[in-house]
């Protein structure tokens, strides 16, 4: 049973940091591009970005670049979400999900959230000034 965890939320004020982290246990195939989104209420889930198998292609969303971060280590090891210089706005459940890299699909890197195999329960993100 494919397990998908994020840890890292927490409170911050308004210009500070966070980095969130995504962990995959108990999948049946060795790759799996990774994916961001967030939701605060009554707001639609929103994509932040997505990084590749290999972690040498993250595409984001433009109204979060330059302020967050994709990276991982490894194919099966954790992704990381780094948040820089945060704003009120970016308060938000932030949550990870998988996409199965299978063979012929090297290049999934969903941009919506129904294209994604699993989630995370999502961890919240307060930001107050």
């Known amino acids: 049973q494919v397990k998908v965890v994020e840890s890292g939320g927490g409170s911050v004020q308004v210009g500070g940091s966070l980095r969130l982290s995504c962990v995959v246990s108990?999948?049946?195939?060795?790759?799996?591009?990774m994916g961001w989104f967030r939701q605060s209420p009554g707001k639609v889930r929103e994509f932040l970005g997505v990084?590749?198998?290999?972690?040498?292609?993250?595409v984001y969303a433009d109204h979060v670049k330059g302020r967050l971060t994709i990276s991982r280590d490894g194919a099966k090891g954790p992704v990381y979400l780094q948040m820089n210089t945060l704003k009120a706005e970016d308060t938000a459940v932030y949550s990870c999900?998988?996409?199965?890299?299978?063979?012929?699909?090297?290049?999934?890197?969903?941009?919506?959230?129904?294209?994604?195999?699993?989630w995370g329960h999502g961890t919240q993100v307060t930001v107050s000034s």
């Open positions: 990084i590749n198998w290999s972690g040498d292609n993250v």
């Open positions: 108990g999948s049946t195939f060795s790759r799996h591009s």
């Open positions: 999900a998988v996409a199965a890299i299978l063979d012929g699909t090297e290049y999934r890197m969903p941009k919506v959230y129904y294209e994604y195999d699993y």
